[in-house]
């Protein structure tokens, strides 16, 4: 995560904007106020998605055993009704 101060931000926000949104780095920025992160839409929407997901009674379970679950034992794509 690269840190620094908001004049700073200022002076560089076009390449940082870009870095972040190309390489998915976090920026934290100082203000005599308190500190901002910057990320970006991406990484944004995957926080927003585990946190729904973690808020569903049971569901951390359910992942956890579709992680351990072989592969031999798993449907084919073929095979799955959408």
Request: contains cysteine; glycine residues 8%; proline residues 4%.
């Given at each position: 995560m690269l840190n620094m101060n908001i004049?700073?931000?200022?002076?560089?926000?076009g390449g940082l904007l870009e870095q972040t949104?190309?390489?998915n780095e976090p920026v934290s920025i100082r203000t005599k106020s308190g500190n901002v992160v910057l990320?970006?839409?991406?990484?944004y929407n995957g926080l927003m998605e585990t946190?729904?997901?973690c808020s569903i009674p049971g569901m951390k379970n359910r992942i956890e055993e579709g992680i351990r679950t072989p592969i031999s034992?798993?449907?084919s794509e073929n095979?799955?009704?959408?």
């Amino acid at each position: 995560m690269l840190n620094m101060n908001i004049s700073d931000f200022r002076n560089n926000i076009g390449g940082l904007l870009e870095q972040t949104i190309k390489y998915n780095e976090p920026v934290s920025i100082r203000t005599k106020s308190g500190n901002v992160v910057l990320i970006s839409e991406d990484d944004y929407n995957g926080l927003m998605e585990t946190l729904y997901l973690c808020s569903i009674p049971g569901m951390k379970n359910r992942i956890e055993e579709g992680i351990r679950t072989p592969i031999s034992e798993c449907l084919s794509e073929n095979d799955v009704e959408w």
